[in-house]
C-alpha cells in the first residue's frame, strides 16, 4: 500500500474549513465525499497525504482536503506530482485533473507520468465539457455538441479516457461516476495498485452538460446498462440477464443473452483483470449497443518510476565520501589573490 502506517481517521478528519464553492447539484460533491470517505477505510494518514491538482472545476478539490495538497498550473499536475514524489517517496499521492485540464494542454505531462508509472492515484473528472471557463466543447465532448466555441456543433472526434491511459502505457485503468455507489471500491483498487492508478470518472455538468451520462448513471432505471467489472467474474449487466462474449472469428465483443442463469453456455467472458488486450476492446465499445464498462478494467503491476530513481541514487552514492568541502576542492583547483596584479600586467 501507498501509506506506510495506517491510522484511524474518519470523514470528518478529512473535511477542511473552507467553503465548497461548486455549482449546486455537481457531480464533484458526490467524488468529494467518496474520497473522504475511502481514506478512513485506507487507514491513510493525512500528514503523509498530498492532492495535487491543475486547473478546472475539479482542481479545487485540494482546498476541501484536509491534507497537504497544491493547485498548480493548467495541465502541468501530472509533471509537480512527479516532483513531489521523487522528493519523497513515502507521500501518498493524488492527482486530481479534468478532462480539459488533462488532455489538452495537460495531455503531454499526463502521457508521461503514465508511461513512467509514478505511484500515485490519478482522478480524471470527465464531464465532457469546459466548466470553469463557461462551457466550451472539450477534447472529450460528442460530435454535434453545442457550445459557445461550437455553436452548431463540434465536429471534433472526441478523446477517450481510458483509451488514451492504456495506450499511454498505463497499468491500472478503471472507470466509475460521481454518484455511484461503487466508486469507493474503485479508489480503494486504485489504492492498492503500486504505480500510476488511472480513474475515469464520469461527472455531471449541471450548468453546461446536464444530465449527459443520464442514459447509464441515472440514480434509477439505468443499472442494466451498466457492465460492473469484477476480476474472475463473468462479465453480466442488466440483471444477469446478459453478457459479453468474443466472437473468435471476428476477434469482437458480442452481447448474449444469457438463459437461466447459464454463463457459461452462454459463453460469458470471465474478466482477467491482467489482460491488457481485452481492456483495449472493453474502452472501445460503443456505448448503447453494448453497456459501459464500469470498474477496474486493467490492473497489472510493474516497478514504478520513483522505485528505480531511488535505487539508482543508491548505486550512484556508493562508496562516495559526502563530505562537500573534499568534493569542491577535487582535482585541479587554484586560489585568486586579491593583493597580486593582473596575469596581464
Same mark, same amino acid.
Given at each position: 500500500?501507498?501509506?506506510?502506517?495506517?491510522?484511524?481517521?474518519?470523514?470528518?478528519?478529512?473535511?477542511?474549513?473552507?467553503?465548497?464553492?461548486?455549482?449546486?447539484?455537481?457531480?464533484?460533491?458526490?467524488?468529494?465525499?467518496?474520497?473522504?470517505?475511502?481514506?478512513?477505510?485506507?487507514?491513510?494518514?493525512?500528514?503523509?497525504?498530498?492532492?495535487?491538482?491543475?486547473?478546472?472545476?475539479?482542481?479545487?478539490?485540494?482546498?476541501?482536503?484536509?491534507?497537504?495538497?497544491?493547485?498548480?498550473?493548467?495541465?502541468?499536475?501530472?509533471?509537480?506530482?512527479?516532483?513531489?514524489?521523487?522528493?519523497?517517496?513515502?507521500?501518498?499521492?493524488?492527482?486530481?485533473?479534468?478532462?480539459?485540464?488533462?488532455?489538452?494542454?495537460?495531455?503531454?505531462?499526463?502521457?508521461?507520468?503514465?508511461?513512467?508509472?509514478?505511484?500515485?492515484?490519478?482522478?480524471?473528472?470527465?464531464?465532457?465539457?469546459?466548466?470553469?471557463?463557461?462551457?466550451?466543447?472539450?477534447?472529450?465532448?460528442?460530435?454535434?455538441?453545442?457550445?459557445?466555441?461550437?455553436?452548431?456543433?463540434?465536429?471534433?472526434?472526441?478523446?477517450?479516457?481510458?483509451?488514451?491511459?492504456?495506450?499511454?502505457? /498505463?497499468?491500472? &485503468?478503471?472507470?466509475?461516476? $460521481?454518484?455511484?455507489?461503487?466508486?469507493?471500491? #474503485? %479508489? @480503494?483498487?486504485?489504492?492498492?495498485?503500486?504505480?500510476?492508478?488511472?480513474?475515469?470518472?464520469?461527472?455531471?455538468?449541471?450548468?453546461?452538460?446536464?444530465?449527459?451520462?443520464?442514459?447509464?448513471?441515472?440514480?434509477?432505471?439505468?443499472?442494466?446498462?451498466?457492465?460492473?467489472?469484477?476480476?474472475?467474474?463473468?462479465?453480466?449487466?442488466?440483471?444477469?440477464?446478459?453478457?459479453?462474449?468474443?466472437?473468435?472469428?471476428?476477434? /469482437?465483443?458480442? &452481447?448474449?443473452?444469457?438463459? $437461466?442463469?447459464?454463463?457459461?453456455?452462454?459463453? #460469458? %467472458? @470471465?474478466?482477467?483483470?491482467?489482460?491488457?488486450?481485452?481492456?483495449?476492446?472493453?474502452?472501445?465499445?460503443?456505448?448503447?449497443?453494448?453497456?459501459?464498462?464500469?470498474?477496474?478494467?486493467?490492473?497489472?503491476?510493474?516497478?514504478?518510476?520513483?522505485?528505480?530513481?531511488?535505487?539508482?541514487?543508491?548505486?550512484?552514492?556508493?562508496?562516495?565520501?559526502?563530505?562537500?568541502?573534499?568534493?569542491?576542492?577535487?582535482?585541479?583547483?587554484?586560489?585568486?589573490?586579491?593583493?597580486?596584479?593582473?596575469?596581464?600586467?
Amino acid at each position: 500500500m501507498n501509506a506506510p502506517v495506517k491510522i484511524e481517521t474518519t470523514l470528518k478528519d478529512w473535511v477542511t474549513d473552507q467553503e465548497v464553492r461548486w455549482c449546486p447539484g455537481c457531480g464533484d460533491y458526490a467524488i468529494l465525499k467518496a474520497v473522504q470517505r475511502t481514506l478512513p477505510q485506507l487507514g491513510a494518514d493525512p500528514a503523509n497525504t498530498c492532492f495535487i491538482s491543475g486547473i478546472g472545476c475539479s482542481s479545487r478539490f485540494p482546498y476541501y482536503m484536509e491534507s497537504y495538497g497544491f493547485h498548480t498550473i493548467h495541465g502541468r499536475a501530472p509533471a509537480i506530482a512527479t516532483g513531489v514524489k521523487l522528493a519523497n517517496p513515502d507521500l501518498d499521492i493524488w492527482l486530481v485533473t479534468g478532462d480539459g485540464d488533462g488532455l489538452s494542454i495537460g495531455g503531454n505531462h499526463l502521457m508521461h507520468v503514465l508511461r513512467r508509472n509514478v505511484n500515485m492515484q490519478i482522478m480524471l473528472f470527465n464531464n465532457e465539457i469546459y466548466g470553469l471557463t463557461k462551457g466550451q466543447y472539450s477534447p472529450t465532448s460528442r460530435e454535434g455538441t453545442k457550445s459557445p466555441s461550437t455553436p452548431i456543433g463540434s465536429y471534433d472526434h472526441p478523446a477517450k479516457p481510458a483509451a488514451f491511459a492504456l495506450g499511454a502505457g /498505463a497499468r491500472f &485503468v478503471a472507470r466509475g461516476f $460521481d454518484v455511484s455507489k461503487k466508486l469507493p471500491e #474503485v %479508489l @480503494v483498487a486504485a489504492h492498492a495498485h503500486q504505480g500510476a492508478a488511472f480513474i475515469e470518472i464520469f461527472q455531471n455538468c449541471i450548468v453546461y452538460n446536464k444530465d449527459v451520462f443520464e442514459d447509464f448513471a441515472a440514480p434509477k432505471g439505468a443499472e442494466d446498462r451498466q457492465l460492473w467489472l469484477e476480476d474472475g467474474q463473468p462479465m453480466l449487466f442488466a440483471g444477469a440477464a446478459k453478457g459479453l462474449t468474443l466472437n473468435r472469428d471476428t476477434l /469482437a465483443l458480442e &452481447v448474449v443473452d444469457v438463459v $437461466d442463469g447459464d454463463h457459461e453456455a452462454a459463453g #460469458v %467472458l @470471465v474478466h482477467d483483470v491482467t489482460s491488457r488486450t481485452i481492456a483495449h476492446m472493453l474502452v472501445e465499445m460503443p456505448f448503447g449497443p453494448f453497456p459501459m464498462a464500469l470498474g477496474v478494467l486493467y490492473d497489472d503491476p510493474m516497478p514504478t518510476f520513483e522505485t528505480a530513481v531511488v535505487e539508482e541514487r543508491a548505486r550512484a552514492s556508493e562508496g562516495k565520501d559526502d563530505n562537500l568541502a573534499k568534493l569542491l576542492a577535487k582535482g585541479q583547483t587554484w586560489t585568486v589573490d586579491a593583493n597580486e596584479g593582473h596575469p596581464t600586467d
